[in-house]
């Protein structure tokens, strides 16, 4: 086995600041990138903890005892996080996703969700609001959240054999408790639950079929996504992965399906219908989702941008650098300021790691520099 190399340097210091320009860029809602992506999801990382040690996340070896989380002084208020959201929301962007780390340890969360759930969209509307988690705090947090504002709920889950979960996410973690909170999640009435499966070849790969035969008709869409080179830390090798187009095969093997139209755009899942003895979609059955960012990039219609828990923006999960949005936070800038410096940072966008990924050095960015760990700005 190669020995894994941790790196030394903080890889969070990586940033550049963010120029208010000359000459102001009001907000029109029609932010578009270099390559005519228009800004519509935003998906903010509220802590750079978690509670699990998931291996192609978060490594024991790297995140101990002795590493050095964000002071929480460093970390964005729930107050600056709003303000930014409703800058983001007046450029175009809709959807708002909470993440970490595991967000759920974030303390008083609840008090976000709410001013967020006030915000409104340049079409008048309520941002769609949701948050992905590991769930293990969710049967207790579920009802709290939705009475809060919260949509929808998204939950990792590696696999429904307690012994194979426990070893994925390296702390001894149940899966029934997991489960639970999934449960707890569609009693308190929340909406489109979705449950991410991340698939290692030879770790969890034989987990697929048991997964979709217990969520098929239960109302929680399941959504399978390739093993990713996210970060520098969690030893990503190509033979771990498998092709979404083989989980397929394999899923069809035993449950009929039929593809179905992408649900908006730049949906990042392909989907995939149970289908009746017809060979029609059964909508009581349900879907599955595949998420194929290593065979098959879809950076053309990626629209979405990510705000660590520090203030730093960035405009791709494989970034090496952000932008640093808290030093105008806290430097008095007003909010057209803010508004004017999120504008160009988007316009210049050129980010397409995933169709230049043959081409790249491992661990790095087009730009050669190493990766931010998804840990730190969430996934």
Same mark, same amino acid.
């Given at each position: 086995m190669a020995e894994?190399?941790?790196p030394l340097v903080d890889e969070r210091l990586a940033s550049v600041p963010a120029r208010v320009p000359a000459q102001a860029v009001a907000?029109?809602? +029609?932010?578009? #990138? %270099?390559?005519?992506? $228009?800004l519509r999801d935003l998906r903010i990382s509220v802590t750079d903890r978690c509670n699990f040690r998931c291996n192609y996340c978060m490594p024991k070896e790297v995140f101990d005892k002795d590493y050095p989380y964000l002071p929480h002084s460093a970390l964005l208020s729930f107050e600056e996080i709003t303000r =930014?959201?409703?800058?983001?929301?007046?450029?175009?962007?809709?959807?708002i996703r909470l993440t970490g780390g595991e967000p759920l340890l974030r303390k008083g969360l609840e008090e976000l969700v709410v001013q967020l759930a006030q915000l409104r969209t340049v079409d008048g509307e309520a941002p769609d609001l949701t948050l992905t988690t590991n769930g293990s705090l969710l049967a207790r947090k579920a009802k709290a959240l939705k009475d809060a504002g919260l949509n929808r709920v998204t939950v990792s889950l590696d696999g429904l054999d307690d012994a194979v979960f426990r070893r994925m996410n &390296?702390?001894?973690? $149940?899966? !029934?408790d997991v489960l639970a909170g999934i449960e707890a999640a569609h009693a308190a009435g929340l909406s489109h639950i979705k449950v991410n499966m991340v698939v290692k070849r030879g770790t969890n790969d034989h987990e697929i079929l048991p997964m979709a035969r217990h969520f098929r008709g239960t109302g929680t869409t399941l959504r399978f996504i390739e093993y990713m080179d996210v970060g520098a830390t969690n030893g990503w090798r190509m033979d771990e992965v498998l092709p979404s187009a083989e989980l397929i095969e394999r899923?069809?093997?035993? +449950? $009929?399906?039929? *593809? =179905? &139209?992408?649900? /908006?755009?730049?949906? %990042?899942?392909?989907?995939?219908?149970?289908? &009746?003895a017809t060979g029609r979609h059964d909508p009581a059955l349900g879907e599955v989702g595949v998420?194929? @960012?290593? %065979? *098959?990039?879809?950076?053309? #219609?990626?629209?979405?941008?990510?705000? /660590? %828990?520090?203030?730093?923006?960035?405009l791709c999960l494989f970034a090496s650098q952000g932008h640093d949005l808290r030093s105008l936070l806290r430097g008095g800038a007003s909010?057209? &300021?803010? !508004? @004017?410096?999120?504008? $160009?940072?988007?316009? *210049?966008?050129?980010?397409?790691?995933?169709?230049?990924?043959s081409s790249l050095p491992a661990d790095t960015s087009p730009g050669g520099a190493r990766r931010v760990e998804m840990s730190y700005i969430g996934g």
């Open positions: 894994r190399v941790i907000p029109t809602g +029609l932010l578009t #990138d %270099t390559r005519g992506r $228009p =930014l959201a409703r800058l983001f929301l007046a450029h175009g962007v809709r959807k &390296d702390v001894d973690f $149940p899966v !029934a899923l069809r093997a035993e +449950l $009929p399906l039929v *593809q =179905l &139209d992408p649900s /908006s755009p730049g949906e %990042t899942a392909e989907r995939w219908g149970y289908a &009746d998420i194929s @960012s290593v %065979t *098959q990039a879809f950076c053309h #219609d990626c629209n979405r941008a990510r705000l /660590s %828990t520090e203030g730093k923006l960035y909010d057209a &300021d803010i !508004a @004017s410096a999120i504008a $160009p940072i988007w316009q *210049q966008r050129t980010d397409r790691y995933s169709e230049l990924r």
